[in-house]
């Protein structure tokens, strides 16, 4: 049964310290990608993989890091440079030229 | 620069009636367009997409319109049941990225029992 799975699914972090999202997709797709969601807006692209080994960034990068060692797994790390990164946070993947899978999403809360 | 707009933050209809959802986009490159749901708390999930050489695709209850001159396209449920209410995203690609989507800001749709 293939999908996408996010973990955690919630996530608290402490002031200046980085934190790990976990994105892992046994969909066999090339592609993958890291989206925000924050109240009352739109899905805004952190991160996207087209090849192992290979990222770029998207319209909101900074703060953000990424690595894609396996086709399979697209970690991101939010970093204490993020300086709102309360929010919801989204992996997709896909095949070239097609839509999107999403996990299930993990939200993020800065205490 | 907002490429694609959902101008209509949210949206009420009755149950049974027409809902009637709406996104403009600005780049000329985009060919493929998708609608996509969301619940609370989940990620979104593929309802029905529309190529750029096509200007209508239905799939049960849920019809894509695209008028490429007006730059406009909308999603309709017909019937609308309570189960319909979520937020709706629209989302396009251009021809020269097979892979990465940009989505519109979402419309909260309520569907009244």
């Known amino acids: 049964d293939g999908g996408i799975t996010q973990s955690p699914k919630y996530l608290f972090r402490k002031e200046g310290q980085n934190v790990t999202l976990s994105c892992e997709q046994n969909l066999n797709h090339d592609a993958m990608y890291w989206y925000r969601q924050d109240p009352g807006q739109g899905l805004r692209l952190i991160y996207y993989?087209?090849?192992?080994?290979?990222?770029q960034k998207g319209d909101i990068a900074e703060g953000y890091s990424v690595s894609r060692e396996k086709k399979e797994s697209f970690p991101l790390t939010v970093t204490s440079a993020q300086k709102n990164p309360t929010a919801f946070y989204l992996c997709?993947?896909?095949?070239?030229?097609?839509?999107?899978?999403f996990g299930s999403g993990t939200r993020l809360t800065v205490v | 620069d907002q490429q694609v707009k959902q101008n209509s933050p949210s949206l009420s209809v009755q149950e049974g009636r027409i809902s009637i959802l709406n996104c403009d986009y600005t780049n000329s490159m985009f060919d493929y367009f998708l609608w996509y749901k969301k619940y609370p708390a989940e990620g979104p999930t593929f309802l029905i997409s529309i190529s750029s050489i096509k200007d209508k695709n239905e799939d049960g209850r849920f019809t894509v319109f695209l008028n490429k001159s007006a730059k406009h396209l909308s999603l309709h449920i017909v019937p609308s049941q309570p189960g319909d209410s979520a937020v709706y995203f629209c989302?396009?690609?251009?021809?020269?990225?097979?892979?990465?989507?940009?989505f519109g800001s979402g419309t909260r749709l309520l569907v009244r029992p």
């Open positions: 997709a993947s896909s095949i070239a030229g097609g839509g999107y899978t």
């Open positions: 989302a396009a690609k251009t021809v020269d990225s097979s892979y990465k989507l940009i």
């Open positions: 993989s087209q090849i192992v080994n290979d990222f």
